[in-house]
T-cell receptor, first 113, second 113 residues
Framework: QQQVKQSPQSLIVQKGGISIINCAYENTAFDYFPWYQQFPGKGPALLIAIRPDVSEKKEGRFTISFNKSAKQFSLHIMDSQPGDSATYFCAASGIQGAQKLVFGQGTRLTINP | DAGITQSPRHKVTETGTPVTLRCHQTENHRYMYWYRQDPGHGLRLIHYSYGVKDTDKGEVSDGYSVSRSKTEDFLLTLESATSSQTSVYFC????????????FGPGTRLLVL
């Protein structure tokens, strides 16, 4: 019940295209859903996060779509750029208390110039 | 890296030897976390701390112990390292305006031979 399943494992998108990464969770107690971006040799960095009281959150070219009834959320990267090439992780947790993040398996995104 | 340092950054050790990894923060954050990152598994929580001498287990705590005798330092110890503990270890702190964001350190790459 603690799993977060992420797909696809890898994704290749042309420059200017839309990158879409999907995640599904099982634990209905989760109420905090962040996305992290990680470059090789670096620690993960928070990209954008959403709470379940909204269905969509947009920050620049990055959008999270959230479907509470389906227990799914996704990251959309509009106008994808070569600098977006990185590994992306979704995660979920309760926001109160210890906030023990459960991560998806990761998606390696490559943006071709 | 949100004022987080990890040491050492790289370590090679032999099976059966004890290993201690250090996480140091400069901003007096209450919550600190240790994760391990392995291909196909994303990041998995090992242990976390919610104050000096207050720690608890995460998802993959077997074979690991932690200590926090000062607010700024969170130590992860592998009592007797095994090859299955070869991994990249990340420390995180919880901060941000609403204290809901985890910020990750640069990581420690550990190889157990």
């Amino acid at each position: 019940q603690q799993q977060v399943k992420q797909s696809p494992q890898s994704l290749i998108v042309q420059k200017g295209g839309i990158s879409i990464i999907n995640c599904a969770y099982e634990n209905t107690a989760f109420d905090y859903f962040p996305w992290y971006q990680q470059f090789p040799g670096k620690g993960p960095a928070l990209l954008i996060a959403i709470r379940p009281d909204v269905s969509e959150k947009k920050e620049g070219r990055f959008t999270i779509s959230f479907n509470k009834s389906a227990k799914q959320f996704s990251l959309h990267i509009m106008d994808s750029q070569p600098g977006d090439s990185a590994t992306y992780f979704c995660a979920a947790s309760g926001i109160q208390g210890a906030q023990k993040l459960v991560f998806g398996q990761g998606t390696r995104l490559t943006i071709n110039p | 890296d949100a004022g987080i340092t990890q040491s050492p950054r790289h370590k090679v050790t032999e099976t059966g030897t004890p290993v201690t990894l250090r996480c140091h923060q400069t901003e007096n954050h209450r919550y600190m976390y240790w994760y391990r990152q392995d291909p196909g598994h994303g990041l998995r929580l090992i242990h976390y701390s919610y104050g000096v001498k207050d720690t608890d287990k995460g998802e993959v705590s077997d074979g690991y112990s932690v200590s926090r005798s000062k607010t700024e330092d969170f130590l992860l110890t592998l009592e007797s390292a095994t090859s299955s503990q070869t991994s990249v270890y990340f420390c995180a702190i919880r901060a941000g305006t609403a204290k809901e964001t985890q910020y990750f350190g640069p990581g420690t790459r550990l190889l157990v031979l």
